[in-house]
T-cell receptor, first 115, second 117 residues
């Protein structure tokens, strides 16, 4: 069975600070996919990134960056120069290869960015 | 692309009534949709997998007679909460699969907040 752990329940930062959200996963499969989703107060989950297990290259998208390390089974998410609009719950998730694969979600990290 | 809508966004109903929630993929066809339930400050709990043209697959502990799922077309899945009770009050979210290399990506609807009085 798969498991995703987001040990940080809540993080509070001041605007413009950098913040890293941790994600640790467990799976016995060698091929899998990792995701990050953002859930703002409105409730809708917004897809941020998808990464397969064979691609360990870090990715940067604007102020967002992701660090995937298979050696530590981690897929951490960093927001640089955080903004109030980044305030949301962030979920890390994992799925195995195949169509209609179920997502295994972490418990989420609530990020509060204040002025 | 990959937009998923849900209707209604919010519903309040009396105990004992049934409530239907629609999930639509607006700009793509989805052979598979998922229904989740989320309690306040908790993660998403998968309720069932909805497959177009066939019966839904329910997760353990989810009553299929209480949560009726119909996936009649490639762009529409519905969840009907039958004989709703206050404990059914929750945030219900659907997602639709966009095929991808190796594995699909799920795109989520905006959710439906159900309150049963």
């Amino acid at each position: 069975a798969q498991k995703v752990t987001q040990a940080q329940t809540e993080i509070s930062v001041v605007e413009k600070e950098d913040v890293t959200l941790d994600c640790v996963y467990e799976t016995r499969d060698t091929t899998y996919y990792l995701f990050w989703y953002k859930q703002p107060p409105s409730g809708e989950l917004v897809f941020l990134i998808r990464r397969n297990s064979f691609d360990e290259q870090n990715e940067i998208s604007g102020r967002y960056s992701w660090n995937f390390q298979k050696s530590t089974s981690s897929f951490n998410f960093t927001i640089t120069a955080s903004q109030v609009v980044d305030s949301a719950v962030y979920f890390c998730a994992l799925t195995l290869t195949g169509t209609a694969s179920k997502l295994t979600f972490g418990t989420g990290t609530r990020l509060q960015v204040t002025l | 692309g990959a937009v998923v809508s849900q209707h209604p966004s919010r519903v309040i109903c009396k105990s004992g009534t049934s409530v239907k929630i629609e999930c639509r993929s607006l700009d793509f066809q989805a052979t598979t949709m998922f229904w989740y339930r989320q309690f306040p400050k908790q993660s998403l709990m998968l309720m069932a997998t909805s497959n177009e043209g066939s019966k839904a697959t329910y997760e353990q502990g989810v009553e299929k007679d209480k949560f009726l799922i119909n996936h009649a077309s490639l762009t529409l899945s519905t969840l009907t909460v039958t004989s709703a009770h206050p404990e059914d009050s929750s945030f219900y979210i659907c997602s639709a699969n966009v095929p991808g290399q190796g594995a699909d990506t799920q795109y989520f609807g905006p959710g439906t907040r159900l309150t049963v009085l």
